[in-house]
């Protein structure tokens, strides 16, 4: 498995994740976009695989942290989430 398989994979999950949470449902297109990315970067990952690995990284910090234009960054929504389960 490539290295910038990981980060992606997450990148998707969280996205899916948060819609979930805020009542969108499942979004199916996040999970098909995910997996076409995670095939390009481990394409491309032979040629610079510390470049392909750290854009990969760098999509999911940014994924969890700006703001989208329907809701709030997944990382907002996570712990909201946590909050109202540790009381």
Known sequence: MARSTAPILLTGAATMLAD???GKGV???VALATGIAAGILALVEP???EL???LAW???LGSMVAPRKDGQP???VF???WQKVKG
């Open 20 to 22: 979930y949470q805020q």
């Open 27 to 29: 979004r199916w297109n």
């Open 47 to 49: 040629a610079e695989p």
């Open 52 to 54: 392909i690995v750290g």
């Open 58 to 60: 760098i999509a999911f």
């Open 74 to 76: 997944p990382i907002e």
């Open 79 to 81: 712990l909201s989430q």
